[in-house]
């Protein structure tokens, strides 16, 4: 790879980095019209192995729309992201983030992964493709603690159910089993 082709990688990252930043904002200052714009006009989100989502940008505004009435603030945190391009306008990766929301006069905490999908779209901006997300725990702040190593952390929405990451992993169960 030349250099110019190096540092167009770089800037690429960048922008993808970026784009992670603006959707965490956009949701915690409801911009609808911004969160639409991070995903491409055939973008789709939705929740890891449940069938819950919503395709194309005007289906995901209306989804962010409904799951954020009737919410206090939130604060959603990106950490660590993983790249990998695919060709010069598509790229796969996942980011691991932390999002907290006020519901009913309880704080809730959620520990999660985006499984994500980046399209550069025809006007040059990355945008989400797809994006996925999966919990490790999503529930009240004062349930963390008595129940971070229980099976069942995503309590909220109830009902309870059991949690998306580490446990689906194979590499998880592999461990546990003692095949690793």
């Given at each position: 790879m030349d250099i110019e082709a190096r540092i167009r990688r770089l800037e690429d990252r960048a922008e993808i980095r970026n784009l992670h930043a603006r959707y965490a904002n956009a949701v915690d200052d409801r911009d609808l019209a911004v969160i639409g714009d991070c995903f491409c006009e055939d973008g789709v989100f939705g929740r890891w192995g449940t069938g819950d989502r919503a395709e194309g940008r005007k289906a995901v505004v209306q989804f962010y729309r409904d799951r954020l009435g009737g919410t206090g603030p939130s604060?959603?945190?990106?950490?660590?992201?993983?790249?990998?391009?695919?060709?010069?306008?598509?790229?796969?990766?996942?980011?691991?983030?932390?999002?907290?929301?006020?519901?009913?006069?309880?704080?809730?905490?959620?520990?999660?992964?985006?499984?994500?999908?980046?399209?550069?779209?025809?006007?040059?901006?990355?945008?989400?493709?797809?994006?996925?997300?999966?919990?490790?725990?999503?529930m009240p702040h004062d349930e963390l603690d008595a129940n971070y190593e229980a099976t069942d952390r995503i309590t909220w929405p109830a009902p309870a159910r059991p949690a998306d990451l580490p446990d689906g992993l194979d590499t998880w169960k592999a461990f546990i089993e003692g095949d690793a």
């Amino acid at each position: 790879m030349d250099i110019e082709a190096r540092i167009r990688r770089l800037e690429d990252r960048a922008e993808i980095r970026n784009l992670h930043a603006r959707y965490a904002n956009a949701v915690d200052d409801r911009d609808l019209a911004v969160i639409g714009d991070c995903f491409c006009e055939d973008g789709v989100f939705g929740r890891w192995g449940t069938g819950d989502r919503a395709e194309g940008r005007k289906a995901v505004v209306q989804f962010y729309r409904d799951r954020l009435g009737g919410t206090g603030p939130s604060f959603h945190y990106p950490h660590a992201a993983e790249i990998v391009f695919d060709d010069d306008d598509n790229a796969h990766g996942t980011l691991t983030a932390h999002a907290e929301m006020g519901v009913n006069g309880r704080l809730l905490i959620a520990g999660l992964r985006y499984m994500d999908r980046y399209r550069r779209d025809p006007d040059g901006r990355w945008r989400f493709a797809e994006r996925y997300s999966r919990f490790y725990y999503f529930m009240p702040h004062d349930e963390l603690d008595a129940n971070y190593e229980a099976t069942d952390r995503i309590t909220w929405p109830a009902p309870a159910r059991p949690a998306d990451l580490p446990d689906g992993l194979d590499t998880w169960k592999a461990f546990i089993e003692g095949d690793a």
